[in-house]
Nanobody
Framework: EVQLVESGGGLVQAGGSLRLSCTAS????????LGWFRQAPGKERVGVSL????????YYHDSVKGRFTISKDNAKNTVYLQMSSLKPEDTAVYYC??????????????????WGKGTQVTVSS
């Protein structure tokens, strides 16, 4: 059974930083995309940042470029999202996502094969 275990959410003031972690287990494919989506109340779930295991190719949503950095530890099947200069509009539930499709396909929720349960990130103004 595939499991995605997230950690690192919380409450932070605007301008602050948080780091999210997601560890994946129970899958057998050796090349995959692992990363993060977020969903704010009343809004659609959107891709925030993704990284490919084999070549390290990355994707960032325009709204987080220059502020968020994604990294990976393939040995641990873990991905990290360092979030800096956080803004109130970053407030959302952040979901870890795993897929063996190409990274372009995974930028939409329809390309995701497995989801984590989500972790809340709240940025106060």
């Amino acid at each position: 059974e595939v499991q995605l275990v997230e950690s690192g959410g919380g409450l932070v003031q605007a301008g602050g930083s948080l780091r999210l972690s997601c560890t994946a287990s129970g899958f057998t494919f050796d090349d995959y995309v692992l990363g993060w989506f977020r969903q704010a109340p009343g809004k659609e779930r959107v891709g925030v940042s993704l990284i490919r295991s084999k070549d390290g190719g990355t994707y960032y949503h325009d709204s987080v470029k220059g502020r968020f950095t994604i990294s990976k530890d393939n040995a641990k099947n873990t991905v990290y999202l360092q979030m800096s200069s956080l803004k109130p509009e970053d407030t959302a539930v952040y979901y870890c996502a795993l897929s063996e499709r190409d990274i372009v396909t995974v930028t939409t929720p329809y390309g995701v094969d497995y989801w984590g349960k989500g972790t809340q990130v709240t940025v106060s103004s």
